[in-house]
């Protein structure tokens, strides 16, 4: 903006000089050219002016987030030296025995696909002609609604666990609902659909940090710095920067991530959760997101093992600031869906090199692949043993029939 000033100001600047040379023709030549240099200077400085209460505007977003990051950062320093002094060991250690995520916790989840199925009845399709509401966009292959807008009903609408998601965007293979948790701060309700990877490389895809490295170009960091050695937990504490649009500092997490594998039930469940730990303290160039949680759960068409999968991601991230609404909807509209895209594209180059025999993704595999039945024990969803190996054996003949259609909003 201050650089499309310019040209005008510049243009105006040289219409004045101009003005003065014609007009005021009974001055004499120098004092001409000193009026002319001292209007000059003014609007020079008028510029200048005009320039730095911009930048000044332009960073007041950022000015507030460093304050609130020092300040948060002292607080910190100060802590953590108290903290030295009683006891430095205990700094470094993560109590895994209390932050672990347990399945109680996080069980509903479990049936976040009967969840969206609902959802999807309640707020996506019409009650009369039961086809397709349009949501923000027409998208190819879908058959949409087309009764007039039935304003009492809409209005008389109670609300319930499902019309609080307001539907948001929708995509070839994606819907996105919203929810306003906090005033101004949403969560997300994403359901996509990949008909041609499997849930077995997905989910390698969601869990492998060195991999995500290599294709997730807004990762600017991403380490795993904490490992639960109980058996079957399959917990790791991440440390995560995200890159932000310019003017505004990188977003980073620290996040306690479990995933469970219920063979049974045929799903898989991703919970990210942000946590505090002793070697990731906030850091003073980064915005630190202390409030992130999500559950991303997956469910293949008709085995782990072969292509066709679905999800149902659910999110909310609080960036602690007000944030201007263009930049929510640019991280909604925009990012989301560009991180999912490639998520795919990656899903599928993961595949073919699984093919071509790489030796690190053999031997993730070989860790990961084979307890049969990583999580939960079967005593805690009362599952016996013959329900299992049922339910394995239903998974292995419905893996021989052909792929099944999903139920989706094409
Ligand atoms: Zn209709």
């Not at 039961?130 to 027409?138: A, E, F, V």
């Not at 990949?194 to 060195?210: G, K, S, W």
Request: proline share 4%; net charge positive.
């Amino acid at each position: 903006m201050a650089l499309k000033l310019l040209p005008n100001s510049t243009l105006a600047l040289r219409k004045f000089n101009k003005y003065l040379r014609r007009n005021v023709k009974d001055q004499s030549a120098s004092i001409l050219r000193l009026w002319a240099t001292q209007c000059e200077f003014v609007f020079a400085q008028q510029l200048r002016r005009s320039q730095q209460i911009f930048a000044h505007y332009a960073k007041i977003w950022e000015e507030r987030a460093l304050r609130e990051l020092l300040k948060r950062f002292r607080g910190q320093v100060q802590r953590h030296a108290k903290g030295f002094v009683l006891s430095s060991a205990a700094l470094l250690t993560f109590d895994w025995e209390r932050e672990r995520i347990e399945l109680e916790s996080v069980q509903e989840h479990m049936d976040d696909f009967q969840f969206l199925e609902r959802l999807q009845l309640e707020t996506i399709y019409c009650k009369q002609c039961r086809k397709r509401k349009q949501i923000d966009c027409r998208v190819e292959g879908v058959n949409y609604c087309c009764c007039p807008k039935n304003v009492t009903e809409m209005l008389s609408a109670e609300q319930n666990v499902y019309t609080v998601w307001e539907p948001y965007i929708e995509q070839k293979r994606m819907i996105t609902w919203r929810q306003e948790i906090k005033p101004g701060l949403f969560a997300y309700k994403v359901y996509v659909e990949y008909p041609d990877v499997t849930a077995e490389d997905f989910l390698h895809v969601q869990i492998d940090v060195e991999y995500r490295k290599k294709w997730d170009n807004t990762a600017v960091n991403l380490e795993v710095i904490d490992e639960d050695t109980a058996k079957g937990s399959n917990s790791h504490i991440i440390y995560w920067e995200a890159l932000w649009p310019k003017l505004f500092a990188n977003r980073d997490y620290v996040y306690n991530r479990r995933f469970f594998i219920d063979r049974s039930r045929r799903v898989i469940m991703i919970v990210n959760k942000s946590v505090e730990h002793p070697k990731c303290p906030a850091k003073p160039h980064t915005q630190r997101v202390h409030e992130y949680w999500s559950y991303m759960v997956i469910k293949p068409t008709t085995a782990f093992n072969k292509p066709g999968v679905s999800f149902v991601l659910t999110y909310f991230d609080n960036p602690g600031l007000s944030i201007p609404k263009y930049i929510t909807t640019w991280v909604a509209k925009k990012q989301m869906p560009d991180f999912l895209r490639q998520l795919h594209q990656a899903t599928v180059n993961y595949a073919k090199a699984k093919k071509q025999n790489e030796t690190r993704i053999i031997e993730f595999w070989d860790k990961h692949k084979d307890p049969g039945f990583e999580y939960p024990p079967d005593t805690l969803l009362g599952y016996s043993a013959e329900d299992f190996t049922e339910a394995q054996k239903q998974e292995e003949e419905s893996s021989l029939q052909q792929d099944i259609p999903t139920v989706s909003c094409q």
